[in-house]
């Protein structure tokens, strides 16, 4: 009694445990994070440009940004000449002092489910809170002359507007007579094209160097999730990807994967990305680095090797610029038309990506077929379950093995007392003897892990569940059910705290866990029994704050598993403990005293 007691004792002070950390740590942090965003969003929406300024031939050169500075984002776009971007896409302007991209809004997305919420904002001038740009520019000498750089005001040459049908072409040329000529386009989602023809008509050979840096002010506000990568990335010519998280390189030096002839680079959020494809003829150095200069700055930046042209001579040399979401079959599409090497990875598959990959592509289609991403969990989730059929088939056939010799087991615990040893050698002779393998049921449920685990990855970090609605109060699979019991799921008129968000869908899984659980007997064990009774409470807590997509997933797998039980112990000729759990459960008598 005394060691029952011990074991009674310990399980609740650690579902206590479970529990307060849920309550006093997790919740009040997804609060503050919460809160800080809305700030941010305020600030944002108080900085809203008015309009795009026209471009007015040249314009006079732009103060440099000063560490710590900052100014609203009305004031720092009116500040440069610009060229308006106007796709179906993207909105925003190319700010002519430096060519920089540094002034974009998806116009697919919206900042919350309702449509006339802010758009996306993803690049803003460097001198606002929010600063977020991308640059290409040179590095030359005093023979070459000045080159375009940060400070660089480039002139129109044609094309006010950039749209998908309608380039923009700009031009500088220096001192020496080098001309620079710079032609962006843009197809109809988020990819940049920028074509650079430098004319060397200053008499005399010149050298100098590409450079492209996509540079940031900021981090993303949200928690940072174990199985999703943030922060800088990278396909480095032959030295592969590079991933490094925003904490990793704020506690380290600058990193230089090394020099290469081919790849991209840029940094990367859960949905959204800016990364460059540097001209792949020529080797080039990349560095994602952290300056914590007064104001402190992320930046994923590359340096080619030299180009000399000679004097009445011109090369050309191409960039891409991605800036947008991650969609999936888009991303794609860009590694293949451009060969673009390994881009698809801008997304993180994680380590089951030839697992992860494939259930995407399964999901989305059922997501064409039926144009609701809900759905396309649920039937993703029937066709895992039958391709493993066979393999529970054999699971839950070797319990029911382990079922008919429980009464011989049970007579060997007689027969041997507190002898573990001989307990133990006598139930090898058992399974021996009735050509059981007491492991044999866990095989199938570590082959199933990857799969489930590349499932969650699948529905956590793909853009495509974002926004997207389900059935009935369900708008936003990508974000937690918004119901709370505690307020009787909205009937009662009042606000409940994060920490009592305890939705419908979390209320199912936990049912439905609950009586997966009561599928097999009580054990006798009382620690066991405690975690079985105790354990369907504690994930209920832990995944209200999860998004809604992941606790249908998990309840409807949860119902799937129950009746593939059933099913399988009803052909084995093995009862099936369910309703007399439940029957035992709900009519239990208290002992009479002694």
């Not at 314009?59 to 796709?87: H, L």
């Not at 697919?108 to 904002?121: A, F, G």
């Not at 998280?245 to 859960?270: F, M, N, R, V």
């Amino acid at each position: 009694m005394e060691k029952n007691r011990n074991y009674f004792v310990a399980i609740g002070l650690s579902v206590l445990i479970l529990i307060a950390w849920q309550f006093l740590y997790v919740n009040p942090k997804i609060e503050r994070e919460r809160i800080a965003a809305e700030a941010q969003h305020q600030l944002t929406q108080q900085s809203q440009p008015a309009g795009t300024p026209a471009v007015s031939g040249q314009a006079q050169p732009a103060q440099a940004a000063v560490p710590g500075a900052v100014e609203t984002r009305d004031q720092a776009i009116a500040k440069s000449a610009r060229v308006t971007i106007d796709t179906p896409a993207l909105s925003g302007s190319i700010n002519l002092t430096g060519a920089r991209f540094d002034d974009l809004k998806l116009k697919e997305y919206h900042e919350t489910v309702d449509d006339q919420s802010p758009l996306i904002t993803l690049f803003s001038p460097a001198d606002t809170p929010e600063g977020y740009f991308t640059e290409i520019g040179y590095i030359g000498s005093e023979a070459t002359g000045s080159v375009p750089g940060p400070t660089t005001v480039w002139t129109v040459k044609s094309g006010d507007k950039l749209t998908t049908e309608t380039p923009v072409v700009l031009t500088f040329t220096n001192e020496k007579g080098v001309v620079f000529e710079r032609k962006i386009s843009i197809d109809e989602h988020f990819m940049f094209q920028v074509v650079d023809t430098i004319d060397n008509q200053s008499g005399a050979p010149v050298s100098l160097s590409s450079y492209g840096r996509v540079t940031r002010f900021n981090k993303p506000t949200t928690p940072s999730v174990y199985v999703l990568h943030e922060g800088f990335i990278g396909v480095i010519g032959e030295h592969g990807l590079n991933e490094v998280a925003y904490g990793k390189i704020e506690d380290e030096a600058p990193i230089q994967p090394g020099k290469a002839t081919s790849g991209w680079l840029g940094i990367t959020d859960k949905y959204w990305a800016a990364a460059i494809v540097p001209p792949q003829a020529t080797p080039y150095e990349s560095k994602f680095a952290h300056f914590p200069d007064g104001r402190p700055r992320y930046q994923a930046d590359y340096k080619q090797d030299a180009v000399t042209i000679a004097a009445g001579e011109a090369v050309e040399l191409k960039t891409l610029v991605f800036a947008g979401a991650k969609q999936v079959p888009l991303v794609d599409g860009y590694e293949t038309t451009y060969s673009i090497p390994q881009f698809d990875l801008l997304i993180d598959w994680g380590w089951f990506y030839f697992i992860t990959k494939p259930m995407f592509k399964l999901m989305d289609f059922f997501f064409r077929y039926f144009g609701n991403f809900g759905v396309a969990i649920l039937l993703t989730t029937i066709v895992v379950k039958a391709l493993f059929f066979p393999l529970a088939s054999k699971q839950y056939a070797s319990m029911a093995n382990m079922k008919k010799v429980q009464p011989k087991m049970e007579e060997l615990k007689k027969k041997h007392g507190d002898d573990r040893m001989a307990l133990q050698q006598g139930m090898m002779a058992l399974y021996k003897e009735e050509k059981i393998n007491p492991i044999a049921g866990c095989w199938p449920i570590l082959l199933q892990i990857p799969v489930f685990f590349a499932l969650y990855k699948v529905i956590y970090v793909t853009i495509e569940m974002r926004h997207a609605p389900f059935f009935g109060w369900i708008q936003d699979l990508s974000a937690p059910d918004p119901t709370s019991l505690f307020n009787l799921f909205g009937l009662l008129p009042y606000d409940v705290p994060h920490a009592l968000m305890i939705g419908i869908w979390p209320l199912i899984m936990g049912i439905t866990m609950f009586l997966q659980m009561r599928m097999n007997p009580t054990p006798p064990d009382p620690t066991q029994a405690m975690l079985f009774t105790w354990m369907p409470v504690v994930f209920t807590f832990m995944l209200a704050s999860f998004p809604a997509g992941l606790v249908i997933y998990w309840a409807w797998n949860n119902t799937l598993s129950i009746t593939q039980q059933a099913v399988i112990m009803k052909r084995h000729g093995v009862k099936v403990e369910l309703f007399s759990n439940l029957k035992g459960l709900f009519s239990r008598k208290p002992k009479p005293a002694e």
